[in-house]
């Protein structure tokens, strides 16, 4: 595909329960980021990925949040034990190494009830 | 910290009048970038122009321009000749650097919601 793809497009999960984000960046972009936008406000930067490692953890919400790469493309974002608060939009980005411009997917609208 | 502003949380502009988009930072780097987004309903973010903190002119992309004060550490976006598509969440956006790869985290504003009207 030409952009950045994020699946699902909307998740609905009861608290407490494991939900796993999957973003597939764009072919050939190198570096990958996870950003969390909650209603009403701003994206929060949450981690980026260069190739398949994760030098940079530090937006993290908590330790039920995790993130892999595979490959050095697909990633997945992994919220354990799933809590109201963590009901937001999280939006994947790529970009290639060293580029100013992050490229966004249309986001996964998490809601736990 | 890096901090970006936006007073605006919502604007109402006639079709085709030009409209301009506030946006404060703050930082300690002398090297940085500033960046536009838009967000449609649709929510995902459209890149709209990017501003380098050394370049000297100010940025252009079609309708859009950046109005870049560099001792006002202030970087408005204005939009001419406005257009019912957008209507849409715009924000403002700085890089910052993460790591010695090169590769950076963006740090956002809370966003203006720009309804155009007909």
């Known amino acids: 595909g030409a952009g950045v793809s994020q699946s699902p497009s909307n998740k609905v999960t009861e608290k407490g329960k494991d939900v796993e984000l999957r973003c597939d960046p764009i072919?050939?972009?190198?570096?990958l980021y996870w950003y969390r936008q909650s209603l009403g406000q701003g994206l929060e930067f949450l981690i980026y990925?260069?190739?398949?490692?994760?030098?940079?953890k530090s937006g993290l919400p908590s330790d039920r949040f995790s993130a892999e790469r595979t490959g050095g493309s697909v990633s997945t974002l992994t919220i354990q034990r799933t809590q109201q608060e963590d009901s937001a939009v999280y939006l994947c980005?790529?970009?290639?190494?060293?580029?100013?411009?992050?490229?966004f997917g249309p986001g996964t609208r998490l809601l736990v009830l | 910290a890096q901090k970006i502003t936006q007073t605006q949380p919502g604007m109402f502009v006639q079709e085709k009048e030009a409209v301009t988009l506030d946006c404060t930072y703050d930082?300690?780097?002398?090297?940085?970038?500033l960046f536009w987004y838009k967000q449609p309903s649709s929510g995902e973010m459209i890149f709209l122009i990017y501003?380098?903190?050394?370049?000297?002119q100010n940025a252009t992309e079609g309708r859009y321009s950046l109005n870049f004060q560099k001792a006002r550490k202030s970087a408005n976006l204005v939009i001419s000749a406005s257009q019912l598509g957008d209507s849409a969440m715009y924000f403002c956006?700085?890089?910052?650097?993460?790591?010695?790869?090169?590769?950076?985290?963006?740090?956002f504003g809370t966003g203006t919601r720009l309804t155009i009207i007909p």
């Open positions: 990925f260069q190739g398949n490692s994760a030098p940079d």
């Open positions: 980005a790529s970009s290639l190494v060293a580029a100013r411009t992050q490229y």
């Open positions: 072919s050939g972009h190198t570096a």
């Open positions: 501003q380098g903190s050394y370049d000297e």
């Open positions: 956006a700085m890089r910052e650097e993460l790591s010695n790869f090169g590769n950076e985290k963006l740090t």
């Open positions: 930082t300690s780097d002398q090297s940085y970038g």
